[in-house]
C-alpha cells in the first residue's frame, strides 16, 4: 500500500512536470516562462520529498532547502531585468 | 499508521501540485497563472514536506522540513509579486474578456510608482477641511 502512494505521487509528480514543460515551451512572453519555471522548481523540491521518504537519505532534505531559496532568487532576478532592461511591447 | 498518514500527505500534495501545473497550462492570462501556481504549488510542496516530517518523526528532519516549509511561504508571494508587476510594466496583456483594468493611467512610466487618480484625494481634503 505505502509502494503504491510513492508511485502514485511520482506518476502525479511527473504529469505536473510535463505540463509544466508544455507551458515553458508555449509560454507567449518572457513572465511566463519564468512562472513556469518557479512551478519546476516547487516540483523538484516534491520530487526529493518521495525520494527522501523512499530512500532514507535525509541529508537530501537540505538540497529541498537550497532549490527553495535559489528559485526565489532567479524569480526575483528574472523580474529585475525584466523591469529595469526589458523593452515594453507597447512602445 | 504512520505510513498511511505520509502516503496521504504525499499522494495529496502530488495531485495539488497536478492542479497548479493544469491552472499553469490552461489559465488564459499572466496573472491567472501566477495565481494558480503560487497558491496551488506552495500548499502542494508544503504538504510533501509535511509528509516528510511525520514519516521520519525526527526532531533534525522535522525541523529541517518546517524551514523548507517556512522558506517557501515566505519567498513565493514575494516572487509572485515581482513577476507579475514586472509583467504588468512589461506589457504583457491582459485575457481579451477582462472586465477592468483598475491599474491602467495610473502609474508613472518613467519612475514605476503608483500614483492615485486626483478624485480619490478630494474627500480626504473635504475632511480635513471640516475639522
Known amino acids: ?91 | 499508521m504512520t505510513e498511511f498518514f505520509t502516503g496521504l500527505f504525499l499522494v495529496v500534495g502530488a495531485a495539488f501540485m497536478v492542479v497548479a501545473a493544469l491552472g499553469l497550462v490552461r489559465m488564459p492570462d499572466l496573472p491567472m497563472r501566477l495565481h494558480a501556481t503560487t497558491k496551488a504549488g506552495v500548499l502542494g510542496a508544503g504538504l510533501m514536506m509535511v509528509g516528510v516530517a511525520v514519516y521520519f518523526g525526527d526532531g533534525g528532519v522535522t525541523t529541517r522540513a518546517v524551514a523548507v516549509i517556512g522558506f517557501l511561504l515566505l519567498t513565493a508571494p514575494v516572487a509572485a509579486h515581482a513577476i507579475g508587476r514586472a509583467g504588468y510594466f512589461v506589457g504583457v496583456p491582459l485575457w481579451e474578456h477582462s472586465k477592468t483594468d483598475e491599474l491602467k493611467g495610473r502609474y508613472d512610466e518613467k519612475t514605476h510608482t503608483l500614483s492615485s487618480p486626483p478624485e480619490m484625494h478630494e474627500p480626504e481634503d473635504q475632511d480635513d477641511a471640516s475639522r
Open chain 1, 1 to 91: 500500500m505505502f509502494d503504491i502512494a510513492i508511485i502514485a505521487a511520482n506518476v502525479l509528480l511527473s504529469i505536473a512536470l510535463l505540463l509544466g514543460f508544455w507551458r515553458l515551451y508555449l509560454g507567449p512572453t518572457l513572465p511566463d516562462r519564468v512562472v513556469a519555471l518557479e512551478l519546476i522548481a516547487s516540483l523538484t523540491i516534491g520530487f526529493i520529498a518521495v525520494y527522501v521518504i523512499s530512500s532514507g537519505r535525509t541529508p537530501f532534505i537540505d538540497v529541498a532547502m537550497v532549490l527553495a531559496l535559489t528559485a526565489f532568487l532567479a524569480a526575483v532576478g528574472f523580474a529585475r531585468y525584466l523591469e529595469k532592461g526589458g523593452h515594453r511591447d507597447d512602445d
